[in-house]
């Protein structure tokens, strides 16, 4: 049996974050995850293939819109192989970069399937038949970065590859004359995008009554708007509640508001959420205490029920992003070293990367409302942005939360073309509780999309000029 002061269990972005924050810091680290490569889903599987795949949809869309503008490139030609190529090469060179870096730090990397043993040890098994040259590993202190796998519906468990998850979509196998996507979140428009793109059509059932259920409905109505031209079909409040092969496709069975109805689809995309990874690593063997939904419980400090034992990302709760999980690998880090350091950020931006996308940070509308919170809310629309006119981007808007005595921007929603970066500026304004007069008091650059967010502070301030809205009253400027 070997044993490492620190190991970090799981190499996605909150655990190679972590491994190699503790090896700058002097900690010896063992960093185990099952993949042969760094970078979890993430970089594997998740983030960064599907961004790969969504640049080539833009680009399709960008070049379609230019037509418009009298500039016709005529209908893209698809080589999927040179894609597939082209996607697999930025992951080969990130996850290699990882791999460098970790060499780099001393740290070490061991290939394996991971549980507990007790609360000092874990086992070690082989994966893909390669021996990680230990069967046992003892820790003093462990990092939990196991994170989440999609969940699948057991309707479609008889069906092969004819139902895939995003692991498989991503690999895009091939472009399916049809394709049903089951779930209208994160995952299901993101790559029902791509696959719309390079030419499927795509159908949508989505058991709630509307895209994306949580995040604030004018944000999405944008999207929805285009993405009901690129899709062939979105059904509201219906689930699938059968599905049969038939020859080389898929019968499905949908019951939704219009009543029952079935249709044959040649693929099928399940994107109906994510689940923890707690019971794969033998959490409740050593009484790591876990909520209702399996995420292993974790204070503000993120440390576990175990002594010795933290827990970051996707497998210590919502919302389950790469960006939280690499901040709470650090500050994790930071407890290990004996600091006290809470996880306590009032900002953790959220991005759908469709077209247009979507982004939030803080406090949403509607949660600011379902909470009776006293908030005020100021957009600005794109239509009156010069750059958003001169790049097509004419159906954003931003739109900034404001608590209503204080004046401090609470959170922001942005929807629209590069939503998504533009975001990070009101996350540090959100971070660093920012008065609304600080925004719009900040001179932006000129003629950009982020512009927006000063001038939406602007409307609230009732100095915007970009727009006209009437004044109730102009008293007390100027007065003396
Ligand atoms: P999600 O929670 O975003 O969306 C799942 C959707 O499926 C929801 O709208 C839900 O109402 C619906 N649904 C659930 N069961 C259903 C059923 N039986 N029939 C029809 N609809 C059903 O989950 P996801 O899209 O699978 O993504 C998983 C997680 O991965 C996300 O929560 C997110 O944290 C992360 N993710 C993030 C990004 C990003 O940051 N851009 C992209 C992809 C995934």
Request: hydrophobic residues 45%; aromatic residues 4%.
């Amino acid at each position: 049996m070997d044993q490492s002061e620190v190991v970090v269990l799981g190499a996605g972005p909150g655990g190679y974050a972590a491994a190699f924050l503790a090896a700058d810091e002097g900690l010896q680290v063992t960093l185990v995850d099952l993949e042969s490569r760094l970078g979890g889903v993430c970089l594997l599987r998740g983030c960064i293939p599907s961004k790969a795949l969504l640049y080539v949809a833009r680009v399709i869309h960008d070049a379609e819109a230019l037509r418009a503008w009298g500039v016709d490139f005529g209908k893209p030609q698809i080589n999927l192989d040179q894609l597939r190529a082209q996607k697999e090469k930025v992951i080969a060179t990130l996850t290699g970069g990882l791999s460098q870096l970790a060499k780099k730090r001393n740290v070490r990397v061991i290939r394996a399937r991971a549980q507990f043993v007790d609360a000092k040890r874990l086992r070690l098994e082989p994966v893909d038949g390669q021996d990680p040259g230990l069967s046992e590993l003892s820790f003093e202190r462990l990092i939990l970065a196991a994170g989440s796998r999609a969940i699948r519906l057991s309707v479609f468990d008889h069906l092969g590859e004819l139902a895939m998850t995003s692991r498989e979509a991503l690999d895009v196998p091939s472009v399916p004359d049809s394709l049903l996507v089951v779930g209208g979140g994160y995952i299901g428009l993101e790559l029902g995008t791509v696959y719309a793109t390079l030419g499927s059509r795509v159908t949508v059932v989505e058991m709630t009554d509307g895209l994306l259920p949580g995040v604030d409905r004018d944000l999405v109505r944008p999207l929805e708007a285009r993405l009901r031209k690129l899709f062939a079909g979105i059904l509201l409040e219906t689930k699938v509640v059968g599905a049969e092969r038939v020859g080389d496709a898929v019968k499905v069975f949908l019951d939704g508001k219009n009543g029952k109805e079935s249709a044959v689809f040649s693929r099928v995309l399940v994107a109906v959420g994510r689940r923890p990874n707690s019971d794969l690593v033998g959490a409740e063997r050593i009484g790591l205490r876990l909520t209702p939904q399996g995420f292993v419980d974790v204070d503000e400090y993120l440390q576990t029920s175990v002594p010795g034992i933290w827990a970051i990302g996707d497998i210590a709760g919502q919302p389950m992003l790469a960006h939280k999980a690499t901040h709470q690998g650090k500050t994790a880090v930071e407890n290990i070293l004996g600091e006290r350091v809470p996880f306590q950020p009032r900002a953790i931006p959220a991005v759908v990367f469709t077209e247009p996308e979507i982004a939030w940070t803080g406090l949403t509308e509607s949660a600011a409302k379902s909470q009776g919170r006293e908030i005020d809310v100021a957009v600005f629309p794109w239509g009156a942005s010069g750059r958003a006119q001169a790049t097509g981007a004419t159906d954003g808007f931003t739109k900034w939360v404001i608590d209503r005595s204080s004046g401090r921007v609470l959170g922001c929603g942005i929807v629209g073309a590069g939503a998504g970066d533009l975001i990070g500026e009101a996350t540090l304004a959100v971070e660093m509780g920012a008065h609304i007069a600080d925004v719009g008091g900040t001179i932006h650059p000129h003629p950009t999309l982020c512009e927006t967010l000063g001038m939406a502070a602007e409307v609230h301030l009732g100095l915007a000029t970009d727009i006209y809205r009437p004044r109730a009253t102009v008293a007390g400027r100027g007065s003396g």
